[in-house]
């Protein structure tokens, strides 16, 4: 198999198909739009699973750099309640290796090693069935490339979804609001003991803070609740304190230590979640597939970095390994990760139900069947 494979986006999931196959000596382009790999911060920590994030690093041969650079003392949880009560305090044992954390950057620089990645080349369009078979690419600056496969691991709002898919995401109608801490355990260190090891939950009615921990003092920040899309129409989200009175009142009557959350951060992102249908499908189309949020975006509760990344291996294995027609192993794929990216699309999708509604007991009851005590 020496055809010419171009991957659309860096994030894991690309990046981890890439590697894979580089692994098994078959060139392959990373096509992303970034300018450089620290364009933009990161974001927040990733707990990578046994079974799907794990399995994935390890078809590409980078298990032990990644158990050096993850932090198990990650996976700790606390819940408590809005009045502040301790409701729920997991900690994992020192050998508890199911879930770690590990930082978005660290993952990522991990994953690039020898990489062809070319920078700042932006698609616009992927043109499947091209006079020579495969597909064309288009970019921003107005040059294209033909490739024998295209693979799109370019996200929720994918440039190369539309050659095989006419759906678009939907808005759940919940939106999450993001801030950061910087060097918490000296300039918060009550804030830091809160967070702990690993993040702290805090579930009302329609309504959550979740503060995750990242290496080197770093703690992210997301409240999130249901709102209309337009929540923020009378509000300037450049406005740091604007945005932080609007949250504050929001949850208000949430105990003190609580809201100090919210009150640190000199930025707010806006990210309100959108998803694709649970049973997300397409027929297939010869020289061009999907992997990771581009053909099954789902609630974010931990699976889609996982899956997106298993995603990868798996094509690329299947691609290094195919003893017949490339296209037979890329047909054999979909329908194998449309099976497991269904089930997993349930589960979040019924997640976030509990999650962020109407009754915070059974948001702690989703957490006491995810992680029994």
Known sequence: MRQRIAVIGGGPGGLTFARVLHRHDHPVTVLERDPSPDARPPGGALDLHDGLGQLALEKA??????????????????????????????????????????????????????????????????????????????????????????????????????????VTPHYTGITTVETSLDDVDTRHPDLARLVGDGSVAVYGVHRKLVAQRSSGGHVKVYAQFRAPLDWHANLDLADAEAVRSSLLALFDGWAAPVLDLLRPGTAFAHRPLYVLPVSHTW??????????????????????????????????????????????????????????AGRWAEITTAGLERLVGPDPALAVAHFDRVQPA
């Open 61 to 166: 041969g980078l298990s032990a750099e990644f158990r050096a650079l993850s932090r198990p003392e990650g996976q700790a949880m606390r819940i408590l309640d809005p009045d502040g009560t301790v409701l729920r305090d997991w900690r994992p044992r020192p050998d508890d290796r199911a879930n770690p954390e590990i930082d978005r950057g660290q993952l990522r620089d991990l994953l690039l090693g020898p990489l062809d990645v070319q920078w700042g080349r932006a698609v616009t369009r992927v043109v499947p069935g091209t006079r020579d078979g495969g597909a064309l690419v288009r970019f921003a600056d107005g040059r294209q490339e033909t490739y024998d496969l295209v693979v799109g691991a370019d996200g929720a709002w994918s440039r190369t979804r539309p050659a095989v898919s006419p």
């Open 283 to 340: 027929a297939h189309v010869p020289g061009v597939t999907l992997l990771g949020d581009a053909a099954h975006l789902m609630p974010p509760l931990g699976a889609g970095a996982n899956l997106a990344m298993l995603d990868g291996a798996e094509l690329a294995e299947s691609l290094a390994t195919a003893p017949g027609d490339p296209d037979d192993a890329v047909r054999a794929f979909e329908e194998r990760m449309w099976a497991r």
